[in-house]
Every structure is written in structure tokens, then in C-alpha cells.
């Protein structure tokens, strides 16, 4: 069964960084490969009160999408020999404050969405 878990969040003043993690397990083979097929990895995040939204997504079309709010500030990367997804915030505001959740999908998740319980960040003086 393939688990997915993020660390990184905390408490942060306005204007500092944060670098997010996401990890998987459980995949299938092993890894997460990006040189075969249709994958796609995303950072989405749950504002208070508010609905989930996507924040970043890095996926098998070339595809690299950031939310408007997230462009020029957030990076999407990976490092696929670690299974690990990573979202560098910088500059960051109390609009920020959300829960941050990962999403995997590819062969290794036999196609299916993987999400992750979430991280809290929270940005605040």
C-alpha cells in the first residue's frame, strides 16, 4: 500500500521560507519513475475555511504549473532516486497559512491518487 507522508511545516514569519517534503513508500517497484509514463506530482494546499487548490504540479508532459498565488515564489522539484517531492516557499505571507498536502500519481500508485495527511504551516508574527 503505498504511503504518503510530508514534513517540513511549522511556523514561520511573514516574509521567511520553508521548505516542504514528501515521501512515498509502499510504491510500486519501488520507485517513483519519472522515465516511463504518465505521472504527475502536485502540491496542493487547504487554506482555513476554504477549499483545497493546487499550489504546484510537476508531471510526465513537461508540465510545471504553479497557482498564481505560488508563481515566483514556490519551486516544485524532485529527486526520484529518493522518492521525495519538495516545495521551497519563500516570501511567504499569512495567505499562506494552510495545510499542505502531497499528491502522487503514476505506475508506482497503479494510477491511482496518493495523498498525504498534510503539513501545517502556518505564517504569523
Not at 28 to 50: A, E, Y
Request: glycine fraction near 14%.
Amino acid at each position: 500500500q503505498v504511503q504518503v507522508d510530508e514534513f517540513g511545516g511549522g511556523l514561520v514569519q511573514p516574509g521567511g521560507s520553508l521548505r516542504l517534503s514528501c515521501t512515498a513508500t509502499g510504491l510500486i517497484g519501488g520507485r517513483f519513475n519519472m522515465t516511463k509514463s504518465t505521472w504527475s506530482m502536485g502540491w496542493h494546499r487547504q487554506p482555513p475555511g476554504k477549499q483545497r487548490e493546487l499550489v504546484a504540479l510537476l508531471d510526465s508532459d513537461g508540465g510545471l504549473k504553479y497557482s498564481g498565488s505560488a508563481e515566483g515564489r514556490f519551486t516544485i522539484s524532485a529527486d526520484n532516486a529518493k522518492n521525495t517531492v519538495y516545495l521551497q516557499m519563500n516570501r511567504l505571507t499569512s495567505e499562506d497559512t494552510a495545510v499542505y498536502y502531497c499528491k502522487l500519481n503514476g505506475p508506482a500508485t497503479g494510477f491511482l491518487d496518493s495523498w498525504g495527511r498534510g503539513t501545517l504551516v502556518t505564517v504569523a508574527s
